[in-house]
């Protein structure tokens, strides 16, 4: 990878400079929120997403459940981010600033190297692992992670193939270590749900913590309604 990225006419070298050529063009107000987005932004929005539905989940039948897929996410991150420590030493490939001359960079202070981009990783492992609890909020989430790898490009910080090795880690983590976490963590958020903490994992009060299944509690039987059975 390290070598692809010295001849300025690869693909990769191409699309690099056709993306961070729109920050060139530019108004400074622009870049800066670009700066902050691809920073910290979308980040920040991905752990805003988690706990909306967080908040959903804990209003489910199956509330352990849920809420242990959606566990599953932010862990997914943190492993991903571990797994991409030893990738970045083997590679070593520097950032495209450091190697290409005449990119406007946004964010001139990155030392460390270049692939893959742990910004792509975090927000894609997260998005996918939302995707596995939650169709509709992964989605988004990997809405945002997409998002995520254009401001990455647009920033000068990371070329094409850091962020797509990055969505490709995150994906590979999220999915492949899922079941195996799904069944860790459940026991856990049935635990949780069954303490003083329970608020954590279910909503509804006391009546919800009886719930320790996916099927709720049967309603009890009024006594009109029993009157009426009666009277049938």
């Known amino acids: 990878m390290a070598g692809l990225a010295m001849d300025g ?3 990769d070298v191409d699309v ?11 108004p400074e107000w622009l870049n800066r929120a ?3 987005v691809g920073e910290y932004g979308l980040i920040a929005g991905l752990a805003v997403l988690c706990l909306i539905a967080w908040w959903g989940a804990r209003k489910r039948p199956d509330a352990p459940a849920a809420l242990a897929g959606l566990v599953w996410a932010p862990l997914a991150a943190g492993v991903a981010l571990l797994a991409n420590i030893p990738i970045r030493a083997v590679v070593e490939r520097p950032r495209p600033f450091r190697v290409h001359a005449g990119l406007e960079v946004l964010e001139p202070g990155k030392t460390d190297f270049s692939f893959v981009s ?6 894609m492992a997260v998005g996918v692992g939302l ?6 909020y992964g989605l988004v989430g990997i809405g945002l992670a997409l998002l995520e790898g254009f401001c990455r490009v647009y920033m000068g910080v990371h070329y094409p193939t850091d962020v ?3 969505f490709a880690l995150g994906t590979a983590v999220a999915l492949l270590l899922a079941p195996v976490a799904q069944a860790m963590l459940i026991p856990v958020a049935t635990a949780v749900g069954r303490s003083p903490a329970w608020w954590l994992v ?4 006391p009546a919800a913590r009886r719930v320790s299944g ?16 009666l009277a049938a």
């Open 164 to 166: 797509i090795g990055g």
């Open 9 to 11: 006419s690869n693909p």
């Open 214 to 229: 996916p099927v709720a509690a049967v309603p009890p039987v009024s006594r009109t309604e029993r009157d009426e059975d």
């Open 118 to 123: 742990d910004h792509a990783t975090l927000t």
């Open 16 to 26: 690099l400079d056709g993306i961070n050529g729109l920050a060139k063009d530019a």
């Open 131 to 136: 995707f596995i609890a939650h169709r509709k």
């Open 34 to 36: 670009m700066k902050y």
């Open 202 to 205: 279910q909503a509804g009060g």
